[in-house]
C-alpha cells in the first residue's frame, strides 16, 4: 500500500479497511490466508494488528527488523508488532499520555509471545543507564518465572498462560524504561491438583524435580520423577518434547536472582512447591473406628516441616472441621471424600497464594528505585522485603507514578468454550465480554474524535452493544454474580439445582439467558438440566453449575496461619479464619479486580494486538479455516472492521499522500509549492474522484470506498514504467553530466599543473644561475670589472644603496655608516657629508630664536672653558638664564641713574675688598656698554667695557673672577674681585657683551691683580675639600676651591 512495500507484501490486503466487500466474513478469512500462505502473519484492521500464530520462527524479531520500525510512521511500513510497539511508544512520548497494549485471542493464538516481543523491543531500543539496565533485566527476567509458575502445557499450547496478565512498563522523561508493575488475574489453581488428559501441572514442578540439585531434592523429600507424585500425573503427561525442563530450570534460577530474591526466600518458595506435591502424595485410609486417618505418615512429617507447622495440628486439620452448633465450636471427623477434598483445597490454596505473593515481589523489585525510598525510610527497604510495600503493593505503585508515562501491556485469555464450561470459564468469558464493551466505546470514542479534528462530520454508527450481557452479569441485586453471592451466604448447604432455579427465577426471559426448563424445544435439547446459557457477543456458551457452591465454601487454612514459613505466614493471615464475616466469593472478587481492570484500561490511550490460532495441531503452514472462522466471530473482528468502515476506508496525511501519489498529475509533479490542502485538492481532482469518494480534513485526506484508493494505486502502476523511463533518462543525463564535469576538470587540473611545474623549473633554473655568477663574482670581486665580477659587483653596490636607502642615519648625532664596497668608496664619503648637511639644515631650520641664542652663548662659553676650567662640565647641561636678577630686586634709583642704558644680566655677587678682602654682597648688571657694581642704591663702580682689559677666572671649581681694568684710568677704580655662584654664565654674557671672548685669562694657581697705584695682590688657588676664603701669607687672599667627586 505503501512506498516500501515488496511485492510480497502486497499480497491481499495489509489493512482490512480496504477489503471491498468488508462484510463478508469470507473476503476477510480469505485475505488472512493469503497472506498467511505468504507468510505474512500480520495484517492490520486500521490501528488494530491481527496477527495469526506462525507456529514456527520467522526470523522476522531481529535487532535489524527492530531498527527498521523504529520511528517510522505507522502506515508506511507492512505491519508488525514492533510497528504497534513503536507507534505506541511514540504516542506516549510526544503526547505524554499513559498508553496501554490489549492482547487477546485464544489459548496458543500468540497473546504471551507478542507481549514478550513487545518487551524485547522495548528493551532493546529505548535509551538506558546503568540504573535503568537492572530494571530492565527484571521486566525481561520477570516472564520466565511468571511462566515457571503459572503456565502450563495444556492440548492447546505447550506454553499455556494459566493467569490473566496486566503489566505496566513505567518510563521516564527520556523514555528510558524505569520500573514495572504486574497485575495477576485468575491463576487456573485446579491445575495444581487435577489435569486433564494430555496436560500438565505447572511447569515449576517439573522443573524442580528435573533440574534441582540431589541434595536439595532430598531435603525437600522429594525423589527425582514425576511419576512418583498423584499431583503430576493425572494427565499421563509428565515429559513434553517441546519443553527442556531442566534447562528452563537454570533459567529460573538466574531470573531469580536477577529480580533479587534471596536464598532464603528461594528456598521457603520451595518449600511450598514440595508441600503441595507431599499434599497430593497424602492418602487416607479408614481407621479401626471407621474414622477418616492418614496413610502415608512420611508426607505428613516432610509437609509438618516444609510448611513449618505442627504435625497433629495438620493431620487434624487434614481429617477433621470445624463445627459451629448454637454458638459453640467442635471439632467434627471428615468423611474419605471430604478429607480429600480438603487436602486438594489446601494445596490450591497454597500454590495460589504463593503465586500471589511472588507476583508481589516481582512487583517490588520492578518498583522505581526512587519511589521506594521516597515512600519508605530506609530501615523498612534495608529488609528484604518491606510487608508494608507486600500488602499495598498496588497503592504504592499508584502513588508512585509521578511524571512518569506508562504502557501497559495486557495478555489476557480470550473467548473458550468447551463441552462442559465450568465457573472458570465464565469468568474469562465474562471477562472478554467487558473488554469488548471497552473496545467498542474506544474505538468508535476515536474514530469521532479523529473526525471532529478534522472538521468532518460525524455520522453516527450502528453496532451491537453488548452491555446488555455485562449487565445480566453484574448488574446489583439483579445480576448472575449477586445472585450467586447470595445462595454462597445463605445458612445451610448451598446445593447447585437451588442455585439454578433461582437463576432461573431471577434472570427468566433475559434475552441472552436460557436454560433447559426456559428453552424452546430445539434449544431445550442442547442445554443440560445442571446447566444454563449465556448468549455473549461472540457465541452462544453452556456453564455448568455442578460444583460451582463447592468451589466457594470449602475451607481447611487455620492450621497454615501459625506457619514458620515466611511466605506462608505473610499469605494467610489469622483474622481470615477468625473473624465472622464472610469472605467475598471468588465471582464479586473477579468482579471487582475487572472494574479496576477496566478503569486501568479506561484512563490510557489503547492499541489493540488480536491473536489467531490457525490450527489446533501447533503445526506451522496449516490454516485451519473453520477454527480460524470461529476466532474472527469470537474476537469480534467483524464488528472492528464494520466501525472502522461505517466512515472513510483509508485515511492518510496530506503530505504522505502527495508524496505517493504527486506523480500522476502534472500540476503536482515533481514536486508542488503550494499549501499542501490545495496540492491534494488539485492531485484528486486531476484523477477524478467525485464528490462522494472523498473529504478533505485539516490535515488529512479521507477516502470512502477502497475502489477509489485501488484505482489511484493502479494508475499508480500504470504510471511507473514511464515514472522508471524518466527517471533512468534523467539519472543517465545526469551521470554523464557528472563524467562530463569530472573530465574537464581533470583535464583543466592537469594544464594548471603542468604550468605551474614549468614556472617552477624555470624559477629553479634562474636561481641557480644567479647562485652561480654570485659565487663566481664573490671570488673575482677584488679584480677590475670583468663579466665574471660584474653581476656581484652591481649586487654589491645595489645592496649597499638599498641598505642606506633602508636604513639611513636617523639623527645628527647618528654617526653610523654602511661600510661601502670599494668601488663606492668616494660615492659613499659625499652622500655621507649630503646627509650630515641635510640634517643639520634640517636641524637648524628647526630651531627656535631663544635656543639659538642660548646655544651661542653655550657655544662661546665652550671657545671660553672647555678643558681649561673643574666647573665647566657641571655648566653645560645647566642652561643661561636672560637675568639672576628679576626687575624687582634692581633698585628704582640705581635704574633712573642709567637712564637709557637698559639693564640686560643682572647678578648677586660677593666683592673683596682689594686690602683686607673684605666680602661685600654686590649686583652685577651688565648693559650693553658696560658693568656696573651696586650697593642697594648706590652706584659703586663703573666699568665700560672699552676700559676692561681682561678677565681672570681660576681653572678650579671655585666662582672667582677677576675684572681686570687699568688704574691709571681714574675714573676707573682699580680691579675688581668677585666671587659668583654662575661665574660660567656671568663670565660668557660679559665676555659677551664687552667682546672680549679673547681677554679672559684662565689662570692655574693663582691671579695677579691690580690694588692701586702699581701695586699688585694675589689670589691663591688650591683645591680642599670644601669652599674656603681666607686671608694668606704675604697679604694674598686663599681660595680653597671645593674638588670635584671623582665620577
Ligand atoms: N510470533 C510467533 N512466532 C513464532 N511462534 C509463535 C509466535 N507466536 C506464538 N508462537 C508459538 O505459539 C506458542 C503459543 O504461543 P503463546 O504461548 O504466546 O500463546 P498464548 O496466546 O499466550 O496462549 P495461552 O492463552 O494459552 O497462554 C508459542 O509457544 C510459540 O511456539
Ligand atoms: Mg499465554
Not at 496540492?679 to 477524478?688: E, K, P, R, S, Y
Request: hydrophobic share 35%; net charge positive.
Amino acid at each position: 500500500m505503501e512506498s516500501t512495500l515488496t511485492a510480497r507484501d502486497r499480497v491481499g490486503v495489509q489493512d482490512f479497511v480496504l477489503l471491498e466487500n468488508y462484510t463478508s466474513e469470507a473476503a476477510f478469512i480469505e485475505n488472512l490466508r493469503r497472506r498467511f500462505g505468504e507468510k505474512l502473519i500480520y495484517t492490520y484492521i486500521g490501528s488494530v494488528l491481527v496477527s495469526v500464530n506462525p507456529y514456527k520462527d520467522l526470523e522476522i524479531y531481529s535487532k535489524a527488523h527492530m531498527e527498521r520500525y523504529r520511528g517510522v510512521s505507522f502506515y508506511e511500513i507492512s505491519p508488525h508488532i514492533y510497528a504497534v510497539s513503536d507507534n505506541t511508544y511514540r504516542a506516549m512520548r510526544t503526547e505524554r499520555r499513559d498508553q496501554c497494549i490489549l492482547i487477546s485471542g485464544e489459548s496458543g493464538a500468540g497473546k504471551t509471545e507478542a507481549s514478550k516481543k513487545i518487551l524485547q523491543y522495548y528493551a532493546t531500543t529505548c535509551p538506558v543507564t546503568d540504573h535503568m539496565s537492572t530494571i530492565r533485566d527484571r521486566l525481561l527476567q520477570s516472564n520466565p518465572v511468571l511462566e515457571a509458575f503459572g503456565n502450563a502445557k495444556t492440548l492447546r499450547n505447550d506454553n499455556s498462560s494459566r493467569f490473566g496478565k496486566y503489566m505496566d512498563v513505567q518510563f521516564d522523561f527520556r523514555g528510558a524504561p524505569i520500573g514495572g508493575h504486574i497485575l495477576n488475574y485468575l491463576l487456573e489453581k485446579s491445575r495444581v491438583v487435577h489435569q486433564n488428559h494430555g496436560e500438565r501441572n505447572f511447569h515449576i514442578f517439573y522443573q524442580l524435580l528435573e533440574g534441582g540439585e540431589q541434595d536439595q531434592l532430598s531435603k525437600l523429600g522429594l525423589e527425582r520423577n514425576a511419576q512418583k507424585y498423584h499431583y503430576l500425573v493425572k494427565g499421563c503427561c509428565p515429559r513434553v518434547s517441546s519443553i527442556n525442563d531442566k534447562s528452563d530450570w537454570k533459567t529460573v534460577r538466574k531470573a531469580l536472582t536477577v529480580i533479587g530474591f534471596h536464598e532464603e526466600e528461594v528456598e521457603d518458595l520451595l518449600n511450598i512447591i514440595a508441600s503441595v506435591l507431599h499434599l497430593g502424595n497424602t492418602q487416607f485410609g479408614e481407621g479401626e473406628d471407621g474414622e477418616t486417618q492418614i496413610t502415608t505418615e512420611s508426607h505428613l512429617t516432610y509437609l509438618s516441616k516444609l510448611l513449618g507447622v505442627d504435625g497433629p495440628a495438620l493431620r487434624e486439620a487434614l481429617t477433621h472441621k470445624k463445627l459451629t452448633a448454637k454458638g459453640e465450636e467442635m471439632i467434627g471427623p471428615l468423611s474419605f471424600e471430604q478429607a480429600v477434598a480438603a487436602r486438594d483445597a489446601l494445596a490450591k490454596a497454597v500454590y495460589g497464594r504463593a503465586f500471589t505473593w511472588l507476583v508481589a515481589k516481582i512487583n517490588q523489585s520492578l518498583l522505581a528505585s526512587k519511589t521506594i525510598h521516597q515512600l519508605f525510610p530506609l530501615n523498612y527497604c534495608s529488609l528484604s522485603l518491606p510487608w508494608i510495600v507486600f500488602y499495598l503493593q498496588d497503592e504504592v505503585y499508584n502513588s508512585s507514578k509521578g511524571s512518569s508515562s506508562v504502557i501497559g501491556l495486557l495478555d489476557i485469555y480470550g473467548f473458550e468454550v468447551f463441552q462442559h464450561n465450568s465457573f472458570e470459564q465464565f469468568c474469562i468469558n465474562y471477562c472478554n465480554e467487558k473488554l469488548q464493551q471497552l473496545f467498542i466505546k474506544l474505538t468508535l470514542k476515536s474514530e469521532q474524535e479523529e473526525y471532529e479534528a478534522e472538521g468532518i462530520t460525524w455520522e453516527p454508527v450502528k453496532y451491537f452493544d453488548n452491555k446488555i450481557i455485562c449487565d445480566l452479569v453484574e448488574e446489583k441485586h439483579k445480576g448472575f454474580i449477586s445472585i450467586l453471592d447470595e445462595e454462597c451466604l445463605r445458612p445451610g448447604e448451598p446445593s447447585d439445582i437451588s442455585f439454578l432455579e433461582k437463576l432461573e427465577d431471577t434472570l427468566g426471559g433475559h434475552a441472552h439467558f436460557v436454560t433447559h426448563k426456559l428453552a424452546n424445544g430445539k434449544t431445550r435439547k442442547a442445554v443440560g438440566r445442571e446447566e444454563f446459557r449465556l448468549i455473549h457477543y461472540a457465541g452462544e456458551v453452556n456453564y455448568t453449575v455442578n460444583g460451582e457452591l463447592a468451589n466457594q465454601s470449602v475451607n481447611s487454612r487455620t492450621v497454615i496461619c501459625q506457619s514458620d514459613n515466611q511466605i506462608l505466614s505473610q499469605c494467610f493471615h489469622r483474622e481470615e479464619v477468625t473473624t465472622q464475616k464472610r469472605p467475598e466469593t471468588a465471582a464479586t472478587q473477579f468482579k471487582n479486580s475487572l472494574a479496576k481492570l477496566i478503569e486501568i484500561l479506561m484512563s490510557k490511550e489503547p492499541s489493540y494486538v488480536r491473536c489467531i490460532k490457525p490450527n489446533d495441531a501447533k503445526q506451522s503452514g496449516r490454516f485451519d479455516e473453520a477454527l480460524v472462522r470461529h476466532q474472527v466471530k469470537y474476537l469480534g473482528l467483524m464488528e472492528n472492521l464494520r466501525v472502522r468502515r461505517a466512515g472513510f476506508a483509508y485515511r492518510r496525511r496530506y503530505e504522505a499522500f502527495l508524496q505517493r501519489y504527486k506523480s500522476l498529475c502534472p500540476g503536482t509533479w515533481p514536486n508542488w509549492q503550494g499549501r499542501l490542502a490545495d496540492g491534494v485538492a488539485t492531485l484528486v481532482q486531476h484523477l477524478g474522484y467525485k464528490a462522494e469518494e472523498y473529504k478533505l480534513g485539516k490535515t488529512k485526506i479521507f477516502i470512502r470506498f477502497p475502489k477509489t484508493l485501488f484505482t489511484t494505486e493502479d494508475a499508480l502502476e500504470a504510471r511507473r514504467p514511464a515514472l522508471a523511463l524518466t527517471l533512468q533518462t534523467s539519472w543517465r543525463g545526469y551521470r554523464e553530466r557528472a563524467k562530463y564535469h569530472r573530465i574537464r576538470n581533470a583535464v583543466i587540473q592537469s594544464a594548471w599543473r603542468g604550468m605551474k611545474s614549468r614556472r617552477k623549473a624555470r624559477r629553479r633554473r634562474h636561481a641557480a644561475e644567479i647562485i652561480r655568477k654570485f659565487i663566481k663574482g664573490f671570488i673575482y670581486r677584488h679584480y677590475e670589472r670583468c663579466p665574471e665580477n660584474e653581476y656581484f659587483l652591481d649586487h654589491q653596490r645595489f645592496s649597499f644603496l638599498m641598505t642606506l636607502v633602508r636604513n639611513p642615519p636617523k639623527s645628527v648625532l647618528d654617526k653610523s655608516w654602511p661600510v661601502p664596497p670599494p668601488s663606492l668608496t668616494e660615492a659613499s664619503e659625499h652622500l655621507c657629508r649630503l646627509c650630515m648637511q641635510n640634517m643639520m639644515r634640517a636641524y637648524c631650520r628647526r630651531i627656535q630664536p631663544e635656543w639659538k641664542k642660548q646655544m651661542e652663548q653655550k657655544v662661546v662659553a665652550s671657545q671660553i672653558f672647555q678643558d681649561q676650567k673643574d666647573s665647566y662640565p657641571q655648566s653645560v647641561p645647566k642652561l643661561f638664564v636672560a637675568s639672576r636678577l628679576d626687575s624687582e630686586e634692581f633698585n628704582l634709583k640705581v635704574i633712573q641713574t642709567l637712564g637709557n642704558d637698559k639693564v640686560k644680566y643682572g647678578v648677586a655677587v660677593t666683592k673683596y675688598d682689594r686690602r683686607g678682602y673684605k666680602a661685600r654682597p654686590r649686583q652685577l648688571l651688565l648693559t650693553s656698554s658696560f658693568a656696573v657694581l651696586v650697593a642697594e642704591a648706590k652706584l659703586k663702580q663703573r666699568i665700560d667695557y672699552t676700559a676692561l682689559r681682561s678677565i681672570s677666572v681660576s681653572s678650579l671649581t671655585d666662582g672667582f673672577m677677576v675684572l681686570h681694568v687699568p688704574s691709571e684710568d681714574n675714573k676707573q677704580k682699580s680691579d675688581v674681585v668677585l666671587q659668583c655662584d654662575h661665574v660660567i654664565e656671568v663670565v660668557t654674557k660679559l665676555a659677551t657683551m664687552a667682546d672680549k671672548k679673547n681677554k679672559v685669562n684662565i689662570s692655574q694657581d693663582s691671579i695677579k691683580f691690580a690694588v692701586a697705584r702699581g701695586k699688585e695682590a694675589v689670589i691663591d688657588f688650591t683645591s680642599g675639600p670644601e669652599l674656603k676664603v681666607a686671608k694668606g701669607k704675604k697679604g694674598h687672599l686663599l681660595v680653597t676651591a671645593p674638588q670635584l667627586n671623582p665620577r
